[in-house]
Every structure is written in C-alpha cells, then in structure tokens.
C-alpha cells in the first residue's frame, strides 16, 4: 500500500497525486493506493493519516509539506517513506503565509496561524533513519532550499535532478523507481 501525502493548501487532486494513481492503476494496483485530504492543522492531519493501517507494507510518499508529515510518521510507526522536494522545517518557512489561505483545488478558505506553526514544530523529528528514505529533489525549487533536504537525509537513497521546481517537474520519470522502493518494504 502506498500513501500518497499532498503539500500545503494542495489535495489528492494535485498533479503529482493523479500521475501516480493513474500510474498504479495501469499496472493493476490501483487498489494499493491512497491520498487522503489532509486538514490544514497538524493533528487533524495525522489523525486522518494514521486512519490507514501504518505498518509493514505500507510506504508513504510526501511532496513538500507531506514529506514532512511523512518523515514524522516514518519515525513513529517504522514505515519507508518517499520524500519530494520535502519541507523540512514548514514552522519557519511557512510563515511568512500567515493569515488567509484557500486550498489551491477545493477552494475551501481558512487562516493560517501560529497555531499550525507551532503543531508542526511539535511533529519535528531531531534526527531520521537514512535507510527508510528515498528523497528525490530538484536543485530549481523555487520554495524550498534542496541543500537543506540532501543534509537533513544524508545516508539515505538520494535522487538530485538539475533544474526543475517545487513542482518536480521530473516526477513522472520517478515513478518506476519510486515503486521499486515502496515494493521492497512489502517484502
């Protein structure tokens, strides 16, 4: 089972989300994945993820804000976890948004407050095992410092792509590898 963890003010209508499903689906594993719509609070966020058996034969993969909520989970319940263009620390980044918000594919408004900041600093983890993770970052990403993630997941299988964006714009041609990887944690 693969858990797909969208970003910030994003949904399980984002691109990246709709590539992969589409992706499984033509192998006959449509079954096998999910994107739950994750609320825009930290525990809310956690609380719907963790609706889904975290276990052995689960991977998670996170884009941005995601990989963040992904990193946490993949400490806290020992799972693999695929991590693009990931937040790392969303409590500083993210706050130079604070005040209204509206998910980019819901439309759905709400304010943005130290409240969340100070969830996500809760959910930090101080260090991370490099062997649950594949990160896969693109050097352009206009949001986020990539050099950030390549330390923060050194040991870990790393993918560094020239170019690009937040976006991912190479996501697509991940997606064998990507499998590959969340496959060996079912074994």
Same mark, same amino acid.
């Not at 991940?174 to 074994?187: G, N, Q």
């Given at each position: ?13 984002? +691109? ?25 609070l930290?525990?809310q ?7 889904? $058996? ?11 804000? #995601? ?5 946490y989970?993949?400490?806290? +319940?020992?799972v ?23 998910n980019?594919?819901? #439309? ?7 409240? !969340?900041?100070?969830?996500w ?19 352009? $990403? ?23 964006? !937040? ?6 041609q +991940? &997606?064998?590898?990507? &499998? ?8």
């Open positions: 089972m693969i858990l797909y963890l969208h970003g910030f003010n994003s949904s399980p209508q984002s +691109h990246k989300a709709q590539v992969m499903q589409r992706y499984m689906a033509e192998r006959g594993l449509g079954a096998q994945f999910a994107c739950p719509a994750l609320p825009p930290a525990p966020a956690i609380k719907e993820i963790e609706k889904f $058996d975290l276990r052995r034969g689960v991977s998670l993969v996170g884009s941005s804000l #995601g990989g963040f909520y992904a990193t989970l993949a400490e806290k +319940h020992g693999r976890a695929v991590l693009l263009n990931p937040a790392i620390e969303p409590y500083v980044g993210l706050r130079a948004y604070l005040g209204p918000q509206k980019l594919h819901t #439309g759905e408004p709400y304010e943005l407050t130290e409240t !969340h900041l100070r969830e600093e809760k959910l930090a983890v101080p260090r991370v095992t490099p062997s649950r993770y594949l990160l896969i970052v693109e050097t352009g $990403d206009e949001l986020l410092d990539y050099r950030r993630a390549i330390e923060r997941y050194a040991g870990a299988e790393q993918v560094l792509v020239q170019g690009g964006d !937040h976006s991912l714009q190479s996501f697509p +991940h &997606l064998p590898r990507i &499998l590959e990887f969340c496959r060996a944690a079912a074994v």
